[in-house]
């Protein structure tokens, strides 16, 4: 079974208004909801595709509550979010029907405890003991959560020989990936952020000697570029893919978590990835994909690079 | 005990952010979430002047949940609030700190079934016969209720011989006044728009015309205009008040409400209701009012006017 943590949990809410103005009165004529945040947007993924997976991370309040009701009906998602006195967080995304575009807003996540915090680490490491074949750590940090919850978080996985995958950005990342995850997704901006360079290749190769087994770098429409100890890639989309790319950066860890589990070597890690992912841009529906697009896009994404001298 | 009745109940959010930009990513630094809709507003008022109040309405799904809850914390407030399968309308204040202006975004209401639309009739019925002292009828109605509802429940409440208010608004206010109510208190735009007139005075003696016994008129900064069988008065306020209208209306309502069961004349059920209402404008907190300024304003409401010749 395949881990996700997420430990900013939150019920995505999406407002359809026929034009947003500011200090007007609007009449939403559609309303959508559904568990978010990094980590769950990555199980729904996995789970579309076939594997198991359960969900951790907090969830307290009116909304945790709804959070836990949605996921009891998602199947082969099991529900292991831990209780927090806080109410978890919302995101309204307010799409403008007129020009498509989305104005979002998002609530704080509610503040953990030192002893919410220790318990969701009681409750983590159980999960790593009990039959997880891989991990992905997702996503911001809720107030009260260290700075070096990731840290932590990647160390225990490794102590239990659970490949962890990292997927956060900014002081979160930068301590996660110093304590040597088996792989970390920075996209461009998390990339140049954590490293200093703007030039994706060195600046991969610099993740790596800060301790990243493998560095995957998300390039947007450039695909992906893998630099890890088995070889360097770079896997593409067949052609631009145009739509919404909510949601495609988590669809690309859903893709890299579950080849790796099926022991896929590197290539077709990243081919799966990329598919996913530009299958999720073309969806009409944000942070979902079409099946069938994934399948053909599988087989037509372009993957180039070399394996080390072994 | 006073009964308020709000079909088209729901949970009022409001969100403050430092500055509302569309098209772009917003953190919230503040959320608050109390139950809405004008007979639940006015409720509040009730409660906080002393009376026992019943709220009734519809209620479904995960906000209908919230709305319960809260409820059920309300000193003096007992929930009726009548099970639907529809979930609950949520409202959204979006509260720019810069400019102090609202930007409101207001979901759908449930659509009510003809089934779930009798459930209520029922319900309210046994209300009137168990002890309700009088009853306001508030709001818009929600999808699936006809639009004559208003109509409905002014001749039930009268059958039950208990003293209806009705503040709607648009073809639900024409319906309703035809089944002649005890009080209705349109606004001066809803006066207009049910009689045609925009001179005050002619407008609530045509409404009266049209099956109101009285009419009370909410004008502003200018207060309130009553045109009963007892006499003509107006009722204004000492100076002119500054702050946020928000519930303003429904807080009159509750003074005029609560003024009818204490069988109070006209000139304190103006004085009431226009020093609840001016209160609630200069509150900090939009909807609320401070009961200090509600005791000074009461002493110094201005009501003029006379009484019909017996």
């Known amino acids: 079974m395949i881990l996700t943590v997420t430990l900013n949990a939150a019920l995505d809410i999406t407002y ?38 359960t969900v951790t991370g907090f969830a307290g309040g009116d909304t945790g509550r709804v959070l836990h009701e949605r996921l009891a009906h998602e199947p082969r998602v099991t529900d292991a979010l831990v209780p927090v006195e806080g109410a978890s967080r919302r995101t309204l995304a307010v799409v403008d029907a007129a020009t498509g575009d989305t104005t979002q807003l998002n609530e704080p996540g509610p503040a953990i405890s030192p002893a919410e915090w220790s318990a969701f680490r009681e409750s983590y490491e159980e999960l790593l003991r009990r039959g997880t074949t891989a991990v992905a750590l997702c ?40 304590a040597r995850p088996d792989i970390v997704k920075p996209n461009a901006d998390e990339l140049a952020e954590l ?34 100890p088995e070889g360097t890639w770079q896997a ?69 690079g070399e394996a080390t001298a072994a």
């Open 16 to 53: 359809r208004v026929p034009a947003l103005v500011p200090h007007a009165s609007h009449r939403v004529t559609e309303v959508t909801e559904r568990p978010g945040g990094k980590g769950l947007n990555v199980a729904r993924v996995l789970a579309a595709i076939g594997h198991d997976v």
């Open 139 to 178: 996503g911001s940090l809720p107030p009260g959560v260290p700075v070096g919850a990731y840290a932590t978080l990647v160390r225990a996985a490794r102590a239990a020989k659970v490949p962890v995958l990292l997927d956060t950005s900014g002081e979160a990342l930068r301590r996660g990936v110093a």
């Open 236 to 304: 593409a989309p067949p052609a631009l893919v145009r739509g919404n790319p909510t949601g495609a950066g988590d669809s690309a860890v859903a893709g890299l978590l579950s080849a790796l589990v099926e022991q896929l070597p590197w290539p077709e890690r990243l081919a799966r990835a990329v598919a996913l992912s530009a299958a999720t841009v073309s969806s009409p529906v944000a942070g979902e994909f079409v099946p069938s697009v994934y399948e053909d896009l599988l087989t037509r994404v372009a993957v180039t």
């Open 195 to 228: 490293t200093g360079s703007h030039e994706p290749a060195q600046a991969a190769r610099d993740a790596r000697r800060r301790g990243a087994h493998a560095v995957v770098a998300s390039l947007g429409a450039e695909g992906l570029r893998a630099v890890t």
